[in-house]
């Protein structure tokens, strides 16, 4: 009888050493994945993922993800206008403790709170298209173009048909989207300084069939001489009115998105201001990746070029 309890004793002891040996060994693996063996992630948060611009926002970024071995969580609202969904996007993949965000706000003086508790958390933030407010400084480098100067752009091209006296319509987008009201101000600034009538500037919220609304609505009350839009979507709306009342306007926009080449190569649309939506998405993510990795050699701002695409 004693020698039973003396063997399972023993046998007692031996599993026990076995489930701590196991234990050891496990901790030790995931000690190594923590340290570096997992895929980093990143989340790339954009103003909206169903338009033509931001999708290709999105390829760059899909792209640099490849290249450099990073699982990426791409996320945006419906629609532009759409803050809280993307405030809570922030909110959900901060908890989900990401390696890095590249983000883009629909409203960068709402977007403050929540880009400081991902600060907060220790996840680190690239902020690209659309540049933050000086009250945030946490950012890791801002990428993008000056939207002002784009508007300005558009507007002197514009300048090369149009004479004074002549009646433009400026689209914007949504109220509080930064980069689209600097936009639609330097075309607004340039055209008034040449003489041209701003005959009403309205918010098209970057949507086609709101642009394409209001430019019908404005042609019913007054003639046109071109219409400037802030970027690609509303363009295109503000061209299909003009040709369905039958008249003629010249009509610029902003962001160089396939389709709007296209009617430009046509000569429909009069010219867009291209960026480099697709080098965007792939610098940010490579920047927030050399971040993450530890690399604090960057930039606190890089800029984007953009070229006047013309027929």
């Given at each position: ?92 993949v ?5 390696d ?44 993008g ?60 919220y970057?949507?086609?069939e ?45 962001d ?44 606190k ?11």
């Amino acid at each position: 009888m004693k020698r039973n309890a003396r063997l399972i004793s023993i046998l007692v002891c031996i599993l026990m050493m076995f489930v701590c040996v196991t234990g050891v060994f496990a901790g030790a693996r995931q000690q190594q994945q923590q340290a570096g063996g997992g895929k980093l992630r990143v989340a790339v948060i954009l103003k909206t993922l169903s338009s033509t611009y931001w999708q290709t926002v999105l390829s760059g970024a899909e792209k640099a993800a490849a290249e450099l071995g990073v699982e990426l969580i791409p996320l945006g609202p419906p629609t532009e206008d759409d803050a809280i969904a993307q405030t809570n996007m922030v909110e959900d993949v901060v908890t989900q403790k990401v390696d890095a965000i590249v983000f883009s706000p629909c409203q960068p003086e709402g977007a403050v709170t929540v880009l400081n508790k991902a600060r907060d958390a220790g996840v680190p933030v690239v902020v690209i298209d659309t540049p933050m407010p000086a009250a945030y400084t946490s950012a890791v480098t801002y990428i993008g173009s000056n939207n002002y100067q784009i508007g300005v752009l558009g507007a002197k091209e514009m300048l090369k048909v149009l004479k004074s006296g002549n009646k433009v319509l400026v689209l914007e987008g949504a109220p509080g989207n930064v980069a689209m009201t600097e936009r639609a101000d330097g075309a607004e600034k340039t055209f008034k300084d040449a003489g041209i009538n701003i005959v009403s500037r309205q918010p098209a919220y970057s949507d086609r069939e709101r642009a394409y609304s209001i430019t019908q609505n404005v042609l019913q009350t007054t003639d046109l001489d071109g219409v400037f839009a802030a970027n690609d979507e509303q363009a295109l709306g503000a061209y299909r009115a003009i040709v369905q009342t039958g008249k003629k306007a010249v009509v610029c926009g902003v962001d160089g998105n396939p389709d709007a080449k296209e009617s430009v190569d046509k000569g429909e649309l009069f010219a867009t201001v291209a960026q480099s939506a697709d080098q965007m998405g792939y610098l940010g993510v490579k920047y927030a990746v050399q971040y993450a990795k530890g690399d604090r050699n960057i930039e606190k701002m890089i800029d984007a070029p953009t070229p006047v695409y013309t027929k």
